[in-house]
């Protein structure tokens, strides 16, 4: 029973304070409902009470925060951060052990490539190694003919310079080998392809038998993969707009698919052109993944400005929410108080709220507007 009284007690003076048209009060002596101290005046945003020191006003306080521009955009990679996977040696494909959208680490094997690059670059090494060989005997002799005085320095130096152009070719030879990662004691026409980086395969370009590699048919990249580890935000912002947005300024980013995580970025780039159909530029936010983000998700970002705002703050216990509004009562002279209408932001420490509009700094509402429920239970 008294939880019952309590609620109705509550719905009275709430609805007494807001509506101006309520005009009775709860008698705990008697237990009725009888006459309360609330009087019309015929403007329904003023109240009159006839002990108005019931009611205590405090000085709304003042926070200073930045101004916000809140704008959608999407996740794409970083495309420094994206590197093609290229087969140097041309070929057909004999195996793929990866597949679009896998996870991959780098040194990690993709695919196996049977090339004609890797027998051809085999027989131009061996014949480089015969070749310096018998350049590297030539000169020997050449030598010690010389010192017998056979023969003369030129003919000398030419041993010497024929031994060296093959010294060279069997140098770039090997090179060759190494570069088509070909292991010369073992070699074979497979060759083996490997992750460069680490990340995620977003495009495939290659199937099994199919052509690879930049000399045949087909695509020279068979994967593209992506370090995920930072990513794109790409947000549309109106011209009249772009003022507020800089170079190295922070943003917070909510995605729908994670209620109540935050992340934070920061603007890299401010695109240029605008697009002549909306009028908008593309601003770029760069932001740190924890794994959370896929390529394409739907975002919101807020970017925060370095000029601040003043913003009136009150307490919680100030605010009155009815019919999905935000009321603060302020003295209007006498016995008398004016509802007026507040939008609020954010919850601030020590149950304060901050008021967005309808009141500035320095501006004095009624503490608590239920201040009164109390007053009656302890009568």
Known sequence: MKNASRSRVVGILAACLAMAGCGKKFNP??????????????????????????????????????????VTGSVFPD?????????????????????????????QLLLKV??????????????AVNDEQLA????????DLYAHGAIPEAGLEQAQDTEQDAKADLTAADQLLKTLGVDKDHPSSIVNVYAPISGVIVAQ??????????????????????DLSVVWIICDVYQNELPQVRLGQEARIAVDGYPGKVFTGRVSDIGPVLDPTIRTAKVRIEVPNPGLFRLGMYVTATLLSRTKTAHA???????????????????????????????TGDMLPGNMQEILSGIEPGQQVVKDVLQLEATVEEQ
């Open 79 to 107: 495309i420094d951060r994206e590197v093609p996977v290229i087969s140097l040696a041309s070929g057909r494909v004999v195996d793929i052990r990866a597949r679009l959208d896998d996870n991959v680490r780098k040194g």
């Open 136 to 143: 590297d005997k030539a000169y020997i002799r050449a030598k």
């Open 29 to 70: 002596a008697s237990g009725e409902v009888s006459q309360a101290p609330v009087t019309e005046v015929g403007n329904p945003g003023i109240v009159a009470v006839q002990n108005p020191e019931q009611y205590p006003v405090v000085m709304a306080g003042r926070v200073d925060v930045p101004s916000e521009l809140s």
């Open 114 to 127: 049977q090339s004609p690059d890797v027998t051809n670059a085999f027989d131009t090494y061996l014949k």
């Open 205 to 226: 370009n290659v199937t099994n038998a199919a052509a690879a590699g930049v000399t045949y048919s087909g695509s020279s990249t068979a994967f593209t993969i992506a």
């Open 313 to 343: 703050v009150v307490p919680a216990t100030a605010i009155l929410h009815l019919h999905d509004r935000n009321w603060v009562f302020e003295p209007a002279g006498g016995n008398q108080f004016r509802r007026v209408a507040v939008v």
